[in-house]
């Protein structure tokens, strides 16, 4: 057989061959095929394919499912895609759907070695839940953070990271697409998901010390000692105290600042306000002057050193 | 007052740790170095020399800059794999072939799958299969032995006895016949005055160092022991029904890498199974294998390969043999 | 041969520095912390309040439910509060303080030492005693007494096995008492074989304790039904499962209790503690606490009454020493670390064990090398590393299947990793969420 026959019977070979198992390929595909509604391909094409669960549900795909199939849009939200999105998938359905207010989680404690000496070690494996079982932690707050990471850990959108300083984690806001991972990761529950809040502001408690106030306050200098100063004197009811610990309720909170100043250990944060006029006790929120342009946006560390209370207003 | 320590029980701890286990199989190797000095000479401490510094150089600059991890060399296992890959080639192999096999050993037996405990090959072998295939000529160089010979000046070279055997039945030649005409006798194989790789000489020298493991219990008796069973066995059928054809067990037992790889190389506890039964499992396959592939496969020698498609087999071992659960399951 | 389990253990040093100290009584301290979770179950409620004054063996808190047990002052004086105090967990727990003022004690209670072997109570009679008494295993797991001798309708046991194998290195109160207390056990044993309709019991030693051995065999011939069994030396010799299968070669089914072999276990101390409830009317106030380690200077064993802190009873060991590192409350290897020494001493509080800086010190942590030696260890048959990784991962599903709530948390396989692995750390992680994903379930 002479080369040239020999390449032709080749090529003939293979292509035959080729075009055979595409049929049959074809024939099958077709006879197997699953048969289901266009719209979740449609919405999960949407999607942002994280797969995180943040919306509840075992990936994008479940969530689509759900989405296409049930009558009322408003009990459903992406963190991830946020309000925008849920409004494209509601178009893409021909449905409505209301706009939720953006989560962010926050770290609900100050802790750090120049707050909270420590007064043992801990030998073990890098992991919260393990150190929680054995005992309160290195410092006489039972209740704060351990530093350990478990949190940083189990982000999947590379948003919380433990600050080597302060030992507590750092929550880059825009990143957070509050998921809801690093709240179930937390042991003792000191993350939590709040309102981003109009500009970022918010305030909280950033204490979750149940001691009562003298163990707490030796325990930690900026600890909540429960003394119930920023209940009395919030003007909206917004914040509780239960086992020592105040507690702001972010939806009823509007961010007037009265509290902050109030508490005598600083356990109160205000976040990504302007610093306060000298001498005067004008609530903030207000239109606030060309300075405060820099409203921080992008990186809102949990405990900055510029939203800590002015106090040159008392005297 | 010193601040109190706080840590999960349990509290005490045994003396033992991986490198007292990676320096204890080092020191059972010291027989098998001092013979093969004895009957190679200087190259002998050359070769192991090169690859020593080659694999702790290889791993520790992998470790380093592409890992970023902590630096793992204390642990004596980058020292053992270059003791164990040196034992496996002949005492005149290039240098730079012995970076190349420390270099596969080290970067693709071990560190590819995330370094220590991780890897499913043993490093060492996977090194000396490579080097063997790449470099098929300088691997079955074999030097003829020239006692204490420390000029330097290279000795001559000769096939082993197990080429020789091969050789001889591919040729028609009886068992017998071979054996009267090979230059060593079967106490010579014990003693060490046979040619081959660095480590596989002495099985006197080898299983002194497997005496001195087993009693420090770092290797279970388990593996070596069902590995020159099925092989006795196997040989031992097999010369049985041909004694023209086939060679008989001991001298199956004494030639080539058996007496090293079941004591030395198919014990590591990496890339062995983790139950007694599982053990056993592993070295008769590992005695069939062998003696399979030296009959009738195309390599005289064939416990390498042995070893390490057993190794393939550990993972399927470990996960259908499981330990007897106390107490038998209670009936819901 | 000695009887002993067939498969796995280890044999750490056993460091009995305290087994030739006799017991000695510690004075009273000047305040008690007494928790009111010193059982498994539910924890007692208090029925005391602050500035009531109590006696020696006064209820101070009462059992809720069946799995609780009762808790009585071990002093007398005044309750000064109830309060959260931090205790052995690492963790403020509400405790009742008492200030100590004399050592008045219930005129109920018969403090004659002279031996009672009137043994004509009822079985009801027995087990009422015993719940009322608050006597909870003392062998450290706590487990209500009355509970476990309640025999479930279906059930039967034929023996009773009473634990003095203290198996665990340093501790020596078990020895000491069967040394001291010799017919108090028997005779607890006695009652314990009547509550349960029992008529054999075997009493398990180690052969490390051979002048308790000799003790205890001679006198069990005066007494009916009761067989000393000498065992190897092999931890954990002592555990529930490893025992019963040592003396009377039956398996406690995996997920099962020793009740499914016909059996009951109860630690020695426990068993003295019967007797002392029955035929004394003296609830459990007291308990044999040793203190010792290898850089204490005077290894003692001590009566200890419950609420006392720890820092007196180190102090009458002669002081904490300087290069302390870590102290722990109970065996080296099931104890538990304590996160300050002015803690109390619970039921369950067996010893307090002091190491020195260099031996507190965790071993140095390499990659798992796969050498099977925890597997070769375990004594409940499972694969500790295949345990650890797959709670590595989360996966609670596979860990359950693995069988990892069979795990008695022994810590052999911790104890003999080469590598330093934290193996127990992990599958005490798998365990714990495991055990609540159980429990939701059944919900």
Request: aromatic share 6%; with cysteine.
């Amino acid at each position: 057989m002479d080369d040239l026959t020999i390449v032709l019977l080749t090529l003939a070979t293979l292509s035959g061959l080729g075009i055979i198992l595409a049929l049959i390929l074809y024939f099958v595909a077709q006879k197997f095929k699953v048969v289901e509604d266009p719209r979740i391909d449609e919405v999960d094409e949407l999607l942002p394919g994280a797969n995180c669960g943040g919306c509840g549900y075992p990936g994008c795909r479940a969530f689509a499912e759900a989405c296409v199939t049930t009558d009322n849009l408003d009990a459903f939200y992406c963190p991830v895609g946020g309000n925008e999105l849920m409004k494209n998938v509601a178009d893409a359905l021909g449905a409505e759907v209301s706009e939720k207010e953006p989560q962010v989680a926050v770290v609900k404690c100050q802790g750090s070695p120049e707050h909270r000496k420590d007064i043992r070690e801990y030998d073990g494996p890098q992991n919260c839940a393990i150190a929680h079982s054995l005992f309160g932690g290195t410092t006489d707050c039972a209740n704060g953070c351990l530093g350990l990471g478990d949190c940083v850990e189990v982000c999947t959108f590379d948003a919380i990271h433990m600050n080597p300083d302060t030992k507590l984690p750092d929550v880059i806001e825009d990143a957070c697409t509050a998921c809801g991972a690093c709240i179930d990761a937390c042991p003792r529950d000191i993350i939590e998901l709040r309102n981003v809040g109009k500009k970022s502001r918010r305030i909280y408690v950033s204490c979750v010390n149940t001691d009562k106030g003298a163990p707490a306050k030796k325990a930690c200098d900026v600890a909540c000692i429960g003394c119930g100063k920023c209940v009395k004197i919030c003007p909206f009811d917004a914040i509780t105290l239960e086992n020592n610990l105040a507690y702001i309720d972010y939806e009823k909170c509007k961010l007037c600042r009265k509290c902050v100043p109030e508490c005598p250990t600083n356990a109160i944060v205000e976040l990504n306000f302007p610093p306060r006029k000298p001498k005067a006790e004008k609530p903030a929120g207000e239109k606030t002057p060309k300075t405060e342009a820099k409203a921080k946006k992008t990186v809102a560390a949990e405990k900055t050193e510029e939203t800590k209370p002015n106090t040159n207003q008392d005297k | 007052m010193n601040k109190l320590n706080v840590s999960l029980s349990p509290h005490v701890k045994d003396k033992d740790s991986v490198p007292k286990i990676m320096y204890g199989v080092i020191i059972a190797l010291i027989p098998a170095l001092l013979v093969s000095v004895y009957f190679f000479g200087l190259d002998a401490l050359r070769v192991q020399a090169i690859a020593i510094i080659s694999c702790i150089l290889f791993e520790w600059l992998i470790q380093k800059f592409l890992i970023k991890g902590q630096n793992t060399i204390p642990d004596g296992s980058a020292v053992l794999t270059g003791m164990l890959l040196a034992f496996n080639v002949p005492a005149n192999l290039p240098w730079w072939i012995m970076v190349i096999g420390a270099l596969v050993a080290i970067g693709v037996g071990k560190m590819s799958f995330g370094g220590l405990g991780k890897n499913p090959f043993n490093p060492a072998l996977v090194g000396r299969v490579f080097i063997l295939i790449s470099f098929p000529v300088q691997m079955t160089n074999w030097p003829k032995i020239s006692v204490l010979n420390f000029t330097g000046i290279d000795a001559e070279t000769g096939a082993t006895p197990l080429a020789i055997m091969k050789e001889g039945l591919a040729n028609g030649e009886k068992v017998s016949d071979i054996m009267s005409s090979m230059p060593t006798s079967l106490v010579d194989m014990m003693t060490g005055q046979m040619g081959g790789s660095l480590g596989e000489i002495s099985a006197i020298a080898l299983i002194v160092g497997g005496i001195y493991m087993l009693w420090k219990k770092i290797i279970p008796v388990h593996i070596p022991l069902s590995i020159f069973a099925s092989i006795a066995l196997f040989a031992g059928v097999m010369n049985l029904i041909d004694p023209t054809a086939y060679a008989g067990p001991a001298f199956h037992l004494l030639t080539g890498g058996v007496m090293l790889g079941a004591i030395f190389m198919a014990t590591d506890m990496v890339t062995s199974p983790m139950s007694k039964k599982g053990m056993w499992i592993y070295g008769v396959g590992i005695g069939v294998i062998t003696v399979l592939i030296r009959v009738w496969g195309a390599y005289p020698e064939g416990i390498s390969f042995a070893i390490l498609i057993m190794n393939g087999f550990v993972p399927l071992i470990n996960n259908s043999i499981k330990p007897k659960l106390f107490g038998k399951v209670k009936e819901k | 041969m000695l009887k002993t389990f067939p498969k796995g253990g280890v044999h750490p040093a056993e460091n009995k520095m305290a087994a030739t100290a006799e017991i000695q009584s510690l004075p009273l301290p000047k305040q008690v912390v007494i928790p009111l979770a010193q059982h498994i179950g539910a924890p007692a409620q208090a029925v005391v309040k602050r500035g009531d004054v109590v006696k020696t063996g006064t209820l101070i808190a009462k059992a809720s439910g069946f799995v609780s047990a009762n808790i009585h002052s071990s002093v007398s004086g005044k309750v000064k509060k109830i309060d959260n105090v931090l205790d052995s967990s690492g963790y403020k727990k509400p405790s009742i303080i008492i200030d100590v003022d004399g050592d008045e004690w219930e005129e109920n209670i018969d403090c004659d030492p002279a031996l009672i072997n009137d043994l004509s109570k009822t079985p009801e009679e027995i087990k009422q005693k015993i719940m009322e008494a608050g006597i909870v295993g003392l062998g450290g797991a706590t487990f209500p007494t009355h509970v476990k001798l309640s025999i479930p309708e279906g059930k039967s046991i034929d023996h009773i096995i009473i634990n003095a194998v203290e198996c665990e290195p340093y501790l020596t109160a078990d020895h000491r008492v069967m040394l001291e207390k010799a017919h108090e056990i028997m005779l607890g044993t006695s009652l314990i074989m009547k509550a349960t309709g029992v008529d054999k019991a075997i009493i398990g030693i180690e052969n490390n304790k051979p002048d308790a051995i000799e003790l205890l065999s001679k006198i069990a011939k005066e007494y009916k039904g009761i067989q000393i069994d000498t065992l190897k030396v092999q931890y954990p010799q002592g555990g529930e499962k490893q025992l019963i299968k040592a003396v009377l070669d039956r398996e406690v089914p995996s997920g099962g209790l020793p009740l499914d072999v016909g059996c009951v276990v109860q630690n020695v101390g426990t068993a003295i503690a019967v007797y002392e409830a029955v035929q004394k009317n003296k609830p459990l106030i007291e308990r044999v606490v040793t203190v010792t380690g290898k850089s204490v200077n005077k290894p003692i064993n001590l009566m200890v009454r419950i609420g006392t802190s720890a820092n007196e009873l180190i102090e009458a060991a002669g002081g904490l020493p300087d290069d302390t590192g870590k102290v722990v409350n109970g065996g080296p290897m099931m104890g538990k670390a304590i996160s300050d020494t002015n803690v109390p001493v619970t039921k369950g509080t067996s010893g307090i064990l002091i190491f020195n800086t260099q031996e507190s010190k965790r071993a140095k942590i390499y990659n798992c090398i796969r050498c099977a030696r925890c597997t070769f260890v375990c004594s409940q048959g499972l694969e500790p590393f295949n345990l650890k990784n797959i709670a590595e991962i989360n996966d609670w599903e596979k860990l359950e299947k693995e069988h990892v709530m069979d795990c008695i948390e022994c810590g052999s396989c911790s104890y003999t990793c080469p590598a330093g692995v934290p193996i127990l750390d992990y599958i005490r992680l798998g365990k714990s969420t495991v055990s609540q994903i159980i429990r939701s379930r059944k919900k």
